[in-house]
């Protein structure tokens, strides 16, 4: 959970040069010894220059908990819960789960993809 900013999303994405803008995550895997983090994006975007130019397909980011943490430059003002209820799962159990949070830029993750 992250407490919302008070940047204006519209803003957030204006000041990328070039990266990924997720919009929806699917599903991932974290190893909760290491803090290493790999998430399915379903909905994503490629910015260039302050503008999204077109969708991108399987795109994929990878990290490191604990360091993406310390590369959120800006928090936008949109804070909301998905009023769906999702599920985490391992070895066959499962267990529901809570799923928000505002706009962030993260710098520095590793995306993977196709336009």
Do not use: H
């Not at 900013?5 to 290491?34: C, H, M, R």
């Amino acid at each position: 959970y992250m407490l919302g900013g008070d940047k204006d999303p519209k803003e957030i994405v204006a000041s990328i040069k070039k990266g990924l803008y997720a919009t929806n995550f699917g599903g991932g895997q974290v190893d909760i010894t290491s803090g290493k983090f790999v998430f399915s994006a379903s909905e994503a975007y490629w910015v260039e220059n302050g503008k999204i130019q077109y969708p991108v397909k399987g795109a994929t980011i990878v990290g490191n908990g604990p360091d993406a943490l310390t590369r959120v430059t800006m928090i936008g003002d949109d804070m909301a819960l998905d009023s769906g209820v999702g599920t985490c799962g391992k070895e066959g159990q499962s267990v529901p789960v809570g799923v928000g949070q505002p706009t962030l830029r993260i710098d520095g993750l590793t995306v993977g993809g196709t336009a």
